[in-house]
């Protein structure tokens, strides 16, 4: 697996899992416990959206 598709997978997998936990600690408490826990998987999905780019490019 090329280092940029790996690291697209990686970043994605952060994502999903930093919104899955924002969606818990927003429930379970207050926006304000998620509220940063989705603007980071916002720029983990930019990134892997970047790195997807870039793997596309390479290959």
């Known amino acids: 697996?090329?280092?940029h598709q790996r690291a697209a997978t990686t970043f994605a997998l952060l994502a999903t899992l930093q919104a899955?936990?924002?969606i818990v600690f927003t429930t379970a408490f207050d926006?304000?416990?998620g509220?940063?826990?989705f603007?980071?998987?916002t720029g983990s999905f930019?990134?892997?959206w970047y790195f997807q780019r870039k793997a596309a490019?390479?290959?």
Request: proline share 10%.
């Open 35 to 37: 509220a940063p826990l």
């Open 1 to 3: 697996m090329p280092v």
């Open 39 to 41: 603007w980071t998987a």
């Open 46 to 48: 930019a990134l892997a």
């Open 31 to 33: 926006r304000a416990f």
């Open 20 to 22: 899955a936990l924002g």
């Open 57 to 59: 490019k390479t290959s």
